[in-house]
């Protein structure tokens, strides 16, 4: 027990400056084709990806969270990475992200701009044969819920719905949750 007070501040909607090109509510499945550019100063896909953008999880309470999948094209069941993180799914091209690699002395056309903050560029591990997991982690964005940071039980519902589903049994977590 701690005498510490909360507050709660929800986290959506996103300030202009937050917002990035995959940040819209926008469910469906679609195909990046190699060559694709997300903006002119990101690097292009060099393969085919599919795109599955705000798929539903129910967590074991019921509550709904929303992942952003990209995999390689194609039917094979493929390892997963899961980027859990409360920095939202897709802020990867926003005002706020993008000069980050500058800060570091990159520039952004060293990624695609498929990614989130802090998380795995879908275009390298795509090519690699793996497939990306980016949640929008509880009550961040458009997920559901009050967002309770660096809880593992969340992130281990979310694992295991991928593991039983499109991973064919791999699946693995990178993160700051």
Same mark, same amino acid.
């Given at each position: 027990?701690?005498?510490?007070?909360?507050?709660?501040?929800?986290?959506?909607?996103?300030?202009?400056?937050?917002?990035?090109?995959?940040?819209?509510?926008?469910?469906?499945?679609?195909?990046?084709?190699?060559?694709?550019?997300?903006?002119?100063?990101?690097?292009?896909?060099?393969? =085919?990806?599919?795109?599955?953008?705000?798929?539903?999880?129910?967590?074991?309470?019921?509550?709904?969270?929303?992942?952003?999948?990209?995999?390689?094209?194609?039917?094979?069941?493929?390892?997963?990475?899961?980027?859990?993180?409360?920095? +939202?799914?897709?802020?990867?091209?926003?005002?706020?992200?993008? +000069?980050?690699?500058?800060?570091?002395?990159?520039?952004?056309?060293?990624?695609?701009?498929?990614?989130?903050?802090?998380?795995? =560029?879908?275009?390298?591990?795509?090519?690699?044969?793996?497939?990306?997991?980016?949640? =929008?982690?509880?009550?961040?964005?458009?997920?559901?819920? =009050?967002?309770?940071?660096?809880?593992?039980?969340?992130?281990?519902?979310?694992?295991?719905?991928?593991?039983?589903?499109?991973?064919? !049994?791999?699946?693995?977590?990178? +993160?700051? !949750?």
């Amino acid at each position: 027990m701690t005498d510490c007070q909360k507050i709660f501040v929800p986290s959506h909607p996103l300030p202009p400056a937050r917002t990035g090109v995959f940040t819209a509510f926008e469910p469906g499945t679609r195909t990046l084709k190699a060559g694709f550019q997300v903006a002119p100063q990101f690097r292009p896909i060099p393969v =085919d990806i599919v795109f599955e953008k705000d798929v539903a999880v129910t967590l074991r309470d019921g509550v709904t969270i929303y992942v952003d999948v990209f995999r390689p094209a194609g039917t094979e069941k493929v390892p997963v990475i899961v980027a859990w993180s409360p920095y +939202g799914k897709g802020q990867g091209t926003s005002m706020s992200v993008m +000069g980050v690699f500058g800060l570091v002395g990159l520039s952004n056309s060293v990624v695609s701009g498929l990614a989130k903050f802090e998380a795995p =560029d879908p275009a390298y591990w795509c090519a690699h044969g793996y497939a990306i997991c980016n949640p =929008d982690v509880r009550g961040v964005v458009d997920s559901e819920g =009050d967002s309770v940071l660096w809880d593992r039980q969340e992130g281990r519902t979310t694992v295991r719905n991928i593991f039983e589903g499109a991973s064919g !049994g791999l699946a693995g977590a990178e +993160g700051t !949750g």
